[in-house]
């Protein structure tokens, strides 16, 4: 019989039911105690993962980045300042707003910290731009003036297609270095531009950690340095959490471990629709869980698939597995309405917003040991790529218009088991509405559903609908555009590059075999 097992670890506190996974579940927790998996990651030992150096052996610097962060709080601190400062010195506008424009890992925990805290006193807001679509550039640019906003443009590479046009739109409005800054790895093609047009500054991130997991790195401390946040709370607690789940301690008393080992035998038991229940105060957490699990394990017909947006009164229990992030008082308030979920579950104490530097570690850590249970490599991303190469030759030559399925015959493509995925290339404006359309589907298939916007979701769960399991059914929408913005030194427009994702995107899918089609966005607005 299945029983609930409780681990206490000072700012990591953890319930665990596993159900019907019980000895499965501790049959894996022992496996990976006796191959040491814990000091091996910890060593940097790349053979924890597979023998191929190739993705691992540079991507484990997350390991270190709470140390880094530490140690460089106090110059992303000054360079924040002196940016925010500047432009008042100078007889011009306080800086009130950053703008990010930033994709996947570069954006997305920028955007849990804008959504989860306040920024500091005579601080700027930080607001993020991650859409291709012209509405949502073209309102982006109207509401961020150019003298008392920041443009931060983040990107490891610093080829992104999306930030290089962004940061390019942005620029024709308001050529002014000192209005801009750059968070991007040392020798990259946007430190390049940076310097050349002398940014206000460059801020390097750690080549040796992957996008998505760079939240405690550059990519997410500057932001938090920008808006006045106290970045040494979340680093503290990130170190507390680095102390409780490091090497010395029993690796079947780890929480890591254990939450890694629930998630990989859920999957491979059919119960890979990973759903999370967030309490409020941090419901924009769930934005970058997402792509960590999805981009990390979905690969080789392998994955699991996060859901946000859905509970445990959502159908089709049976597919999935619960995690319940809250505070002590949305914990017991729970409990006293008698929410209880109806499958192995986990539930994790976040009692300040602060605690999310202890949550980022911990799953970063759950997240490579799901993938060893997988028996995947959890940092690599070997279908993004496919994607991008078929929306670059979109735009090099437009095909055929891409014909549109009726939505009743979409959902004929399900099966038991599944996930509807709505993949919408729109302006996010829409979302609500298409919230509110996702709901009627869900009580209409009975099974999960989740929602991404392209082309962020491109650059998040984008790589486990190509390369996971083939238990979801892709249907695309795309909105049309009623007017367009030239992309400042290309050949096409914002709308062109749009549409070039999506016709991009849903090639990419065929030709991996997925069940995809697109619908008409009108007939999905109808259902609310």
């Known amino acids: 019989m299945a029983v609930e097992t409780d681990s206490f670890g000072g700012v990591i506190t953890a319930n665990f039911d596993p159900g019907e996974l019980s000895d499965d579940w501790s049959r894996v927790i022992d496996e990976l105690a006796g191959r040491d998996v814990i000091k091996r990651l910890w060593r940097k030992d790349h053979t924890v993962i597979g023998p191929d150096l190739t993705e691992v ?3 484990l610097g997350w390991l270190d ?3 880094d962060a530490r140690k460089n709080w106090p110059k992303w601190v000054l360079q924040a300042d002196q940016a925010v400062e500047a432009p008042a010195a100078v007889g011009g506008a306080r800086v009130d707003q950053v703008l990010v424009l930033g994709m996947g890992g570069s954006s997305l925990f920028p955007e849990v910290l804008a959504s989860t805290f306040q920024s500091g006193a005579d601080f700027p807001d930080i607001r993020v731009l991650d859409s291709t679509d012209p509405a949502a550039v073209a309102r982006t640019a109207q509401e961020c003036g150019p003298n008392a906003t920041m443009i931060l443009a983040s990107s490891k590479s ?10 390019g739109y ?4 308001h050529p002014f270095g000192r209005d801009f800054a750059v968070v991007t790895d040392p020798g990259s093609a946007l430190e390049t531009h940076a310097l050349g047009d002398d940014f206000r500054f460059v801020a390097h991130g750690n080549p040796d950690i992957g996008g998505r997991f760079s939240a405690l790195s550059a990519f997410g401390m500057v932001p938090a340095a920008m808006m006045g946040l106290d970045g040494l709370s979340l680093i503290d607690t990130a170190e507390e959490a680095q102390d409780i789940l490091g090497p010395d301690g029993n690796v079947e008393e780890n929480i890591a471990v254990q939450l890694g080992a629930l998630l990989g035998v859920a999957a491979q038991a059919g119960r890979d629709k990973l759903t999370f229940i967030l309490d409020d105060a941090i419901a924009a957490f769930g934005s970058w869980l997402e792509q960590l699990i999805a981009e990390s394990t979905g690969k080789h ?3 699991i698939l996060p859901v946000v947006g859905e509970d445990e009164t959502s159908p089709d229990s049976t597919s999935r597995v619960y995690v319940v992030l809250g505070s002590a008082d949305f914990l017991a308030r729970r409990r006293r309405e008698g929410r209880v979920t109806p499958g192995p579950s986990v539930n994790l104490l976040v009692e300040e917003p602060q605690d999310l530097g202890a949550q980022v570690f911990l799953w970063e850590l759950a997240t490579a040991v799901a993938g060893i249970v997988l028996g995947i490599n959890p940092f690599d991303q070997p279908d993004v790529e496919s994607a991008k190469k078929a929306a670059r030759a979109s735009l090099a030559s437009p095909g055929d ?3 549109e399925t009726r939505l009743d015959d979409a959902l004929e493509l399900l099966r038991p088991g599944d996930a509807l995925v709505l993949g ?8 609500p509405r298409l919230e509110a359309a996702r709901k009627v589907l869900s009580e209409r298939v009975q099974l999960p559903t989740t929602l991404g916007i392209g082309p962020r979701f491109l650059h998040s769960t984008g790589q486990l609908h190509k390369g996971g399991p083939d238990r979801h059914v892709m249907v695309q929408v795309v ?11 290309e050949s096409f427009t914002f709308g062109q590059l749009k549409h070039a994702q999506a016709d991009g995107d849903l090639a990419a899918l065929h030709a991996a075999g997925k069940r995809a089609v697109r619908v008409s966005v009108k007939e999905l607005f109808d259902l609310a």
């Open 401 to 403: 218009p891409v014909d």
């Open 57 to 59: 052996s540079n991507r």
């Open 158 to 167: 610093g080829t992104t297609v999306e930030t290089r046009s962004h940061l």
């Open 170 to 173: 942005f620029w024709s409005r």
């Open 301 to 303: 017909g392998r994955g």
């Open 424 to 431: 919408a290339f729109v302006d996010p404006a829409l979302q």
């Open 479 to 489: 909105g049309s555009d009623d007017f367009d913005l030239s992309v400042p030194g």
């Open 65 to 67: 980045a709470v140390a």
